[in-house]
């Protein structure tokens, strides 16, 4: 007799395939929007932040799927992780009828906080 886990395998790997394809979709909006609004200088630190936070994700994510935790602590590990990526996607200006290139950084304060401006 199939236990619980075997007879779910299918099913999960059949989402997994699922949530890899939206993964994959929202990269691809995200690298569009942000080459269409954002200049060459911000977009090299954003790809260069995010390369770091991804590299520690890859040291990370080995420990957390393959170590002694349920599937329920580990989907929520990722629900968290990719909440706050599509938050932070929603914080990104909107590009609609925008030319290329027109986003600046602005120093505001004098803290030397930055804020993103649309030119």
Not at 42 to 64: D, E, L, M, Q
Not at 89 to 116: H, I
Request: proline residues 3%; contains cysteine.
């Amino acid at each position: 007799m199939l236990s619980i886990n075997q007879a779910c395998r299918p099913l999960l790997v059949s989402l997994a395939f699922i949530v890899r394809v939206c993964e994959m979709a929202g990269t691809c909006v995200t690298w569009i929007s942000t080459a269409e609004i954002l200049s060459t200088e911000i977009r090299s630190t954003g790809h260069s932040a995010a390369n770091a936070v991804a590299r520690i994700g890859g040291f990370c994510s080995p420990y957390i799927v393959a170590g002694n935790m349920s599937l329920g602590k580990i989907g929520i590990i990722m629900l968290i992780i990719h909440l706050v990526t599509a938050f932070s996607v929603t914080k990104l200006p909107e590009t609609k009828g925008l030319e290329l290139g027109k986003a600046t950084v602005c120093r505001t304060n004098s803290d030397y906080s930055t804020e993103l401006v649309i030119a």
